[in-house]
Structures are given as structure tokens and as C-alpha cells.
């Protein structure tokens, strides 16, 4: 027996579905009922990615929120991820599996703190990582993703200012790449910065014929070693175009389960994290807070929504389209 909305809405969304069910099966059949698609991002579990309409990064499902023409979409990711969906889709009904599944980055930057920094600064241009809340984004001039954020910084005007938030590793990598001091808000991914260089190091040893690859969020010292430096979609590609036949992947373990997809010939091997956990690699525990038992659920109760009030929604927007609009 299912539990009431009532429980539904506190986040508790995989306490109980109905035995003997086929959970893949039931979503697809929910989402067919309700018109409903499925967003996820590659950090999410291998089975909810199986069923998904579209798995991508942060850029790629910004711009499938947009295009998205559906009653409901069901974002599993984490939190700032769904409300970019409401942002750019307003429209539809967005819904998280987990009101709990949020980011150590966006949380990271607080609305009243990151204002007064802001405030220090009122001749310079906000650019904004699309890892921050939706607060957050009406406070910018631009959104950035990994993918694009040297491009965003690009496109400024050289005689400009510009904060970088909230990311300080991704901001010191844009720095380096495009030449341009930025003033950088002191924030990261707990995911990122939990790669163990020591254990990398000793990886890298066992390993000499395999090519370290990274994500821009990680530390500096494991950018240096890195041959190759990109986003998550980036990484990706890297490794099916690649002539290299082994790698070292340095971003959170979500993504090998596309990779090993990709490339099954090859040897995909993840970043050691400090803490071993159940793969001592590195795992956001937010995102692994989505599973089929929540989906099941949210889209049966269609709780919990993701509502974004008018006067965030207008300022949010508008940094988000300057983002979408750079080539």
C-alpha cells in the first residue's frame, strides 16, 4: 500500500510502492499516462539513466528544459537542476524525487552573503556557475555551465569586471584559460575537491599507460596532472575520440556508466576519493539520493513540485537566456 501525499511531500518518496511490480516498467507506463518525461543527469544511478528520455550534463538539459513539450518533467538530478527546468519551462510541472537531493556548491552561496560580496563590486558583471540556486541566478548577468563557462567569460567586454561564482576551482581554470582576472567567491563541490591526489598518485603509478582525464571543479593540483581538462559531456567524447586506451576519470562516478556504454573496449577507471565509500571513487550523495522507488513515486503523486516564485523567476531567466544565447 502506498503512503498519503502528506508523507510524499517531506521527500520520503521511496518508503513504499506496491510489491511485485516491475519498477521500470511502471514509471514508463506512468509517464506515458501523464505526458511526463524524464530528465537525469549522468551523476544519477546506472538504472535510473537505463530509462531516462534524456541524460546530459547541466548545458544539455538546460536546453532539453526549454524544448521540453510536456505536462510534467521529472528532473533527476538535485535540486538547483529542477528549478532551472521551472525557470526555462515554466509552463510545465517540474518534479524532484527528493526535496533532500541539493548541492554542496549551491549551498555554498547564500543569497544575503553572496548580495554583499556582489555589493562590493557594483561596476562588475556577475557570471554565475548553473550550480547555484535560483536566488542566485537572479542575482547574475550570466549563467555558465562547465562546458561554456570560457566562452561566457569571452564574451565580455575585456574592460569589464567579473565575478565568478560560486565554483572557485572552475573560476581559477577559467582565469588560466582565458587570460582574464576574475574576482572569485570562495566555494566548491564536495565531490571534486574529494579526490584524493595521494591516491590519484598512486593510481597514476600502477597505471603508467593510462591518460588522466579531469572535470574543471577538481582542485588545481589535480588539473596540472591532467592531460586532458573538461566537462562532464566533454570528458565523454574525449574518451571515444581518444587513441588512448585507458583512463583515469576524475569527476564524480555517475559518468562511467555512459562511458563503459561508449567505449566498452576500453578500461574507464575512477578517481580515487579521501573516504572509501561503497567504491571508494567519487559519488555525490545527493545525486544518488534519486532511485526508481522515488521516480516511481513522484510521478504517481506528482509530489514534490519544484515552484519558483515571479521576481526570481524573471531575474533567473534572464541570465540564463544571455547564457543560451552565446554560440
Known amino acids: 500500500?502506498?503512503?498519503?501525499?502528506?508523507?510524499?511531500?517531506?521527500?520520503?518518496?521511496?518508503?513504499?510502492?506496491?510489491?511485485?511490480?516491475?519498477?521500470?516498467?511502471?514509471?514508463l507506463k506512468l509517464k506515458k499516462e501523464k505526458n511526463a518525461v524524464i530528465l537525469a543527469h549522468y551523476y544519477v544511478s546506472d538504472d535510473i539513466q537505463s530509462i531516462a528520455?534524456?541524460?546530459?550534463?547541466?548545458?544539455?538539459?538546460a536546453q532539453a528544459s526549454k524544448k521540453v513539450a510536456a505536462d510534467i518533467i521529472v528532473f533527476c538530478g538535485v535540486h538547483f537542476m529542477a528549478e532551472t527546468a521551472k525557470i526555462l519551462n515554466p509552463e510545465a510541472k517540474v518534479l524532484l524525487p527528493d526535496l533532500n537531493a541539493g548541492?554542496?556548491?549551491?549551498d555554498s552561496a547564500p543569497e544575503a552573503e553572496f548580495l554583499a560580496f556582489k555589493n562590493q563590486y557594483p561596476d562588475a558583471v556577475v557570471v554565475s556557475y548553473i550550480n547555484c540556486s535560483s536566488e542566485i541566478k537572479a542575482l547574475s548577468d550570466y549563467i555558465c555551465t562547465s562546458s561554456n563557462a570560457v566562452d561566457v567569460v569571452n564574451s565580455i567586454p575585456k574592460d569589464k569586471r567579473i565575478i565568478f561564482a560560486p565554483d572557485k576551482n572552475l573560476g581559477l581554470?577559467?582565469?588560466?584559460?582565458?587570460?582574464?582576472?576574475?574576482?572569485?567567491?570562495?566555494?566548491?563541490?564536495?565531490?571534486?575537491?574529494?579526490?584524493?591526489?595521494d591516491k590519484l598518485n598512486a593510481l597514476l603509478a600502477t597505471h603508467p599507460d593510462a591518460e588522466l582525464i579531469a572535470h574543471p571543479e577538481?582542485?588545481?593540483e589535480i588539473l596540472e596532472k591532467a592531460s586532458f581538462i573538461g566537462s562532464t559531456k566533454a570528458l565523454?567524447?574525449?574518451?571515444?575520440?581518444?587513441?588512448i586506451n585507458k583512463f583515469i576519470v576524475a569527476t564524480e562516478a555517475g559518468i562511467l556508466y555512459k562511458m563503459k556504454q561508449a567505449v566498452p573496449n576500453k578500461v574507464i577507471i575512477p578517481a580515487p576519493a579521501l573516504e572509501s565509500n561503497t567504491c571508494a571513487c567519487a559519488e555525490c550523495p545527493y545525486m544518488k539520493m534519486n532511485t526508481l522507488e522515488k521516480l516511481y513515486n513522484t510521478l504517481y503523486y506528482e509530489v514534490p513540485e519544484i515552484l519558483v516564485n515571479e521576481k526570481t523567476q524573471a531575474g533567473a531567466l534572464k541570465a540564463l537566456n544571455n547564457m543560451l544565447t552565446i554560440k
Open 1 to 27: 500500500m502506498l503512503f498519503d501525499k502528506e508523507v510524499a511531500k517531506v521527500g520520503y518518496l521511496s518508503r513504499s510502492v506496491p510489491e511485485g511490480i516491475d519498477l521500470k516498467e511502471a514509471i
Open 53 to 61: 528520455d534524456f541524460v546530459g550534463d547541466s548545458l544539455a538539459l
Open 103 to 106: 548541492c554542496s556548491l549551491a
Open 218 to 220: 577538481c582542485l588545481p
Open 173 to 197: 581554470y577559467v582565469q588560466k584559460v582565458t587570460g582574464r582576472e576574475l574576482i572569485l567567491w570562495d566555494g566548491a563541490c564536495i565531490v571534486h575537491v574529494n579526490i584524493s591526489l
Open 236 to 243: 565523454l567524447e574525449h574518451v571515444q575520440s581518444s587513441n
